[in-house]
C-alpha cells in the first residue's frame, strides 16, 4: 500500500467551481470506507452557493491511476444483467429497477431513442433501456469492462467525454448516471455532454443529493471520498446546469433503495482497509425494507439522489 500511496499528489481547492467563492465551512473528514485509499479528507460547503466540495482532492494528473489501482478493487459490484431477446425479460428487469428505485432516471427515456451512457461500467442499465426499444452506446475508459461489452455483442466508445466528442456521433438521450460528482471540472463536464445532443436531445444527470435526509456529518454512503468531489442539492445542481447554458425541464430527489440498504456497511469500515460488506448487492428483502424511509424523504424532497433532465 505504501507504494501505491507514494505516487499520489494531493492538491488544495481553491474556489468553488459554481461560484468561485473561496470561504468553506467544514462539514467531516471521511476516509475510503469502501476500497481502502489511505488517509482522511475534509469535506467543507462553500459559504457562496452551499455546495459540497472535497477541499483536498487527488490531482486531476493522478486521477487515471487513482481509479486503476482502487476503485472496485477487492470488490466485486453487482454483476450486469446480460442482454435478452426476451422483451417481456427485458420489461420485468425494468419493473424490478423501479420498484427498487434504481431506474428512475431511465424511465424519461423515449422509445426508440438512441443514448449514450457515460461511464457505463459494464453496462447495467441496457435491459432496461431494451424494454424501452432504445438504441444503447456505453461510454467507458476501463478497458476491461469495454471489453466485456463487445463480447455481448454492445456498442462501446472507450475513453472520456472527450474521445465521445471526436466520434463525431451525435445522440437523443447522454445520461451522466452518478458520474458529475466524479468530474474534475462539472460545469466543463455538462457542457461536454451537451455538446453529444442532436438538436432536440435531452441531458440525464443523477448524482447524491446533499441534501439528503440521510447525510449526517459523521457518516453518509455518499461522501466516498476521494472519488466524490462534488456534493449536489437541487439548487446547486440547477446552478451548475445554468453555468453550462443548459435549461432544466425536470428535477426531483429520489432514494435507491440499495443505497438505503448499504448504509450498515460503513460500520465495518476499517480506515486504510478494503470493506468486504460492499461486496455484492443487497439482498431483496433488505432492500425492500427500506421502502417506507425512502419514501418518507422523498416526499420531503430530501431523497438520497437528485435527478434531473436538462436541455
Known sequence: MSAKKAVFRRVALRACPL????????????????????????????????????????APS????????????????????????????????????????GAELWRWTRPGASVLDVGSGEGWPRPVLAALGAD????????????RMRADGLKVIQGDLRSALKSKRR?????????????????????QAASLLNAQGRLLVACPNWGSAFRRPEAWLNYHVPYHLWHFDPRTLALAAEKAGLRVLRLWTLSPLSWLALRGCLAAAVEGEINPCFHGAPSLPRQLAQWPEALAADLQGRGDCVLAELA
Do not use: M
Open 136 to 147: 444503447y452506446t456505453g461510454l467507458e475508459w476501463n478497458r476491461r469492462d469495454c471489453e
Open 19 to 58: 461560484c468561485q467563492g473561496r470561504s468553506f465551512d467544514p462539514v467531516a473528514e471521511p476516509f475510503d470506507d469502501r476500497y481502502g485509499f489511505p488517509g482522511r479528507f475534509p469535506v467543507e460547503a462553500c459559504r457562496g452557493c452551499g455546495l459540497g466540495v472535497l477541499r483536498t482532492q487527488v
Open 171 to 191: 445522440f437523443d438521450t447522454v445520461a451522466l448516471s452518478q458520474v458529475l460528482e466524479h468530474l474534475p471540472d462539472p460545469v466543463k463536464g455538462l457542457r
Open 62 to 101: 493522478s486521477l487515471g491511476r487513482l481509479y486503476q489501482d482502487y476503485y472496485h478493487q477487492g470488490i466485486q459490484a453487482r454483476p450486469a444483467a446480460r442482454p435478452s431477446r426476451s422483451v417481456w425479460k427485458g420489461r420485468a428487469f425494468f419493473l424490478r429497477a423501479r420498484l427498487l428505485r
